[in-house]
């Protein structure tokens, strides 16, 4: 089937860049870090803005990883030459789409622990965290993907990138920081369970919207 | 909440600022589109 | 682009503004003092129409992106583009008075109301859109790519509302300037109308902007002649 090529090519060439991933990893961790000095050593106040700060340092990160899993399409016009094939350009939106999430999930997961260390965080609930983190990557890899096709065939795609995804995206921030917030500090009145289904509402419109107009971005 | 008093400064600026940039806005189109048309002049009687 | 062409747009300017005038006049020195605004809440006379020609111009916005993908044609871009401009002005606008009504309501200059936190990410969203444009030289790449983030922009528009909604929910319960007494209609329902026909004449104008300036990049190059000097 089309998809299940179009996801064992991102994968594989996310792991032949994986140079590329770990150095994204050490963007998000240096992130994490110097978020903390915007607070102080307060370690009360890092606690209560731990959430947040994971999830801005995932933002930030998960720019670098969409603009780059379009550089290789970009380059020797291996995007057209994949349009050539007989491909539905659906199956290349949620091949690569998926293969994003995947690496974004894999970094939200690696990040946790510095997390946990830097702001002294407690964990009572890491199934669940998990389960948010990956609804907040496939919030972000939607969209992302789509934008990073668009913006990968420009002359500012550094710029223009985040700047069309950051709004966006603002839904997937709110619901996740929220979230993990609750699962960190505690969920006394239940509210967990609107945010998870804001989170998978926001990923199932925007995963078939974007799937949907990904011809029309990529057509010559 | 109780009653406000006064306040006119705040009237007067939300007034002042909509008629300056509703006013200062579409000025700037204008200017553009007399721009473009003298473009348009210029291009069509250099041929 | 005929002369009778533009003077639509002029004219539907001259009546806004002649509204506008009539209706601030009236909000200003006619109409009532509300019971606990004050005179604070004259602000309203204005800053609720712009909301209501925003979030329109935004919606047309979004009806032109529709267009421009399913039917093409080059008019429905460059309505795209005007529309998107003109809502974005308009959205600014209604920051800077949502800022002016909030410190003498709330004290504070930004009470994250959700309506107008939504307003201030559509701002960046839709100037995002407009960069964007920028940046594609390639004049059918520029309207197919704008014209999909319009639609993924303004489709995200509830998602954002609710979400801001709910966040704020926790933290402080405010009232809108929502219920407006009769007293208060005319003045501003007239200013209403008055920003409708000058937004509708910005966005034309606006519009045969963009068309002409579409006219100059799709123009085949110019025979050469002698007059090189001449630019």
Known sequence: ????????????????????????????????????????PNAEALRQHAAGFIWLALLLSSTLTLAESFQSEMEEHALEGLLLLPADARALYYGKALANWAQLTLLGVALVPLTVVLYDAPLPRAGGLLGI??????????????????????????????????PLVVPVLLASVKATSLLILGDPMGQLRSWTILLVCFDAIHWSVCGLLFDRVVED | MGVIEGGWEFVWAAYGVTAAVLAGYAFSIHLRYRAERRRRERERSAT | MERNGEMRAYVLGAIGVALLVWGSWWGLFWAPRESFMGDVQRIMYV??????????????AFACALASLLRGGWKWDS??????EVGVALAVLLCILGSIWAKPTWGVWWDWDPRLTTTAIMVSAFAGILALRHFVDD?????????????????????????????????????SPETVSRAF??????????????????????????????????APPLPESGREGVR
């Open chain 3, 139 to 175: 004049p059918v790449k520029r309207a197919t790519w704008s014209a999909v983030a319009a639609i993924v922009a303004f489709v995200d528009v509830p998602i954002v509302y609710f979400s801001v909604r709910w966040w704020n929910s926790l933290h402080q319960l405010q009232s």
């Open chain 3, 47 to 60: 800053h609720v129409p712009v909301a209501w020609n925003a979030m329109l111009a935004l919606t047309f």
């Open chain 3, 79 to 84: 309505r795209l583009e005007a529309a998107m």
């Open chain 1, 133 to 166: 983190i990956m609804l907040g990557a496939a919030g972000l890899s939607g969209p992302g993907t789509l934008y990073a096709a668009m913006t990968s065939q420009t002359r500012a795609q550094q710029t223009l990138l985040p700047l069309l995804l950051f």
């Open chain 3, 185 to 218: 209609h005319w003045p501003l329902r007239i200013n209403a109308f008055g920003i409708l026909f000058l937004m509708a004449g910005m966005i034309d104008l606006r519009a045969r902007v963009a068309a002409l300036r579409l006219e100059g990049e799709l």
């Open chain 1, 1 to 40: 089937m089309q998809l299940v090529a179009a996801v064992h090519k991102d994968l594989l060439l996310q792991w032949r860049g994986r140079a590329q991933a770990i150095a994204i990893f050490v963007f998000g961790a240096t992130s994490l870090l110097l978020f903390s000095f915007a607070i102080g």
